[in-house]
């Protein structure tokens, strides 16, 4: 078989099962560092169709392939749980759409004030501000189609209002300028000097109002190519776009100067300016002040409005269960919900992987249902990410506290069970 004939097959195979199992995933991710990647995100974003909630009689009424298929339809479920907002993604998401939207209706030239969204790993920090500039671009597509130009046949469309990279685990200038340029597909350039004005250019020419960078914290200081970096994106700064960095533990990072949360007013604290060989030791001054620095938080159990914000969010988790016993408080009721804020320390990114491993466990068994018992059997390992670096905070670290257990025997799969004559279903 020629290639072409392999590509019609492997289309048609594909648009198939696309229209029969429309929850499956056909093809690779999203890859959301380029811009064809990041526009099929932007445009699918929250298009999963979760499995329907369907009683247990029904299930047993159905033929073994289609409760085959509605097990599969379950699991993707349990694995594709919609991002909940809590309150604190809920500060991130104003500020954020504040400042991007503040500095795109600005005239007058100059430097443009950026944000920085600081947090620990696995609290959905690149989620949220994906979500929003997603958002922010949405609302400004709506504006163009509605008042822009129309496109001119025979050209390429330079719009790309958010362009989204992650900083190289080992970042230098160059690394940088091309994980940027990577995302317009756009030349690299001869030298340094040549990329810096193309990734200048790009951003130019597809006219973007937001620019974010993830994992900024991989960026060293005590390394000078780092360095050499950061003085990059203060030189981006001058450009008429918003710099949304992101990272694990910004202000201890290195790219300000050392300091610490003053639960008091809610700021960070600043150490002063130390003597300098530099012939211009304020140069630091000019990130910190240039870019407003918001935490996204764990939930806190400590206060009554932290354990109210933490059951709504188990109570708007536990409505996306597909477990046929796993009816309402099943999360929100008893000992569970301090149960899983110990496991989890409140952390989002850790909730989600319990949650999901415990449901995909609970299926096994036959179970169908959600306790304690089965969260114990479950361990949170994060060992194995290999887009992530420990050295800069973005594994977190797990709270161990499952308690010691003796192996248990496994229990016999009891779904198919007769439990009585079941009635009809409608059709």
């Known amino acids: 078989m020629n290639t072409s004939a392999r590509n019609d097959l492997q289309q048609h195979t594909t648009a198939r099962l696309g229209d029969s199992l429309p929850f499956l995933r056909l093809g690779p991710r999203p890859d959301r560092t380029t811009y064809q990647g990041w526009q099929q995100w932007r445009t699918t974003r929250g298009s999963f169709v979760p499995a329907p909630k369907i009683s247990l009689n029904q299930y047993r009424l159905m033929t073994p392939r289609k409760r085959a298929i509605h097990d599969l339809h379950r699991a993707a479920s349990h694995v594709n749980m919609r991002l909940l907002e809590t309150p604190m993604s809920a500060r991130v998401t104003a500020l954020m759409r504040a400042r991007i939207q503040n500095n795109a209706l600005r005239v007058e030239p100059g430097t443009r004030d950026g944000l920085m969204i600081n947090g620990g790993g696995y609290q959905g920090k ?186 709504t969010h188990l109570a708007g988790v536990e409505d996306q269960l597909r477990l046929f016993d796993a009816g309402p408080g099943t999360l929100t009721e008893g000992r569970m919900p301090e149960y899983l804020y110990g496991r989890t320390g409140g952390i989002v990114g850790l909730l989600k992987r319990l949650l999901e491993d415990t449901c995909t466990r609970a299926m096994e068994r036959g179970l169908e249902t959600f306790t304690i018992d089965l969260c114990d059997e479950i361990d949170i390992n994060l060992g194995n990410l290999p887009d992530r670096d420990p050295d800069a905070g973005e594994v977190p670290h797990i709270p161990d506290t499952t308690p010691a257990r003796t192996p248990s025997k496994k229990r016999r799969n009891t779904v198919l069970d007769d439990r009585g004559t079941p009635q009809a279903a409608d059709k």
């Open 126 to 311: 690149t989620e949220t501000a994906c979500q929003t500039a997603a958002e922010f671009e949405d609302f400004w597509w709506d504006l163009v189609e509605e008042l822009g130009p129309t496109p001119i046949p025979g050209t390429r469309d330079l719009i790309a209002p958010v362009a989204y990279c992650q900083t190289p685990v080992k970042a230098t200038p160059i690394a940088l300028c091309e994980a940027i340029l990577d995302f317009y597909a756009a030349p690299y350039g001869k030298n340094l000097r040549g990329m810096i004005r193309n990734v200048r250019g790009s951003i130019k020419a597809h006219s973007t109002s937001a620019l974010l960078i993830d994992d900024i914290t991989r960026l060293k200081m005590h390394r000078e190519d780092d360095q050499d970096t950061l003085d990059l994106i203060r030189d981006l700064m001058s450009l008429d776009v918003t710099l949304i960095l992101i990272g694990v533990n910004i202000p201890r990072s290195g790219l300000l100067r050392e300091g610490w949360h003053d639960p008091r007013t809610g700021q960070w604290t600043y150490q002063r300016l130390k003597a300098s060989r530099s012939y211009n030791p304020d140069a630091s001054t000019q990130t910190e002040r240039r870019f407003d620095i918001i935490n996204l938080d764990p939930f806190d159990y400590t206060t009554d409005a932290g354990i109210s914000a933490f059951l």
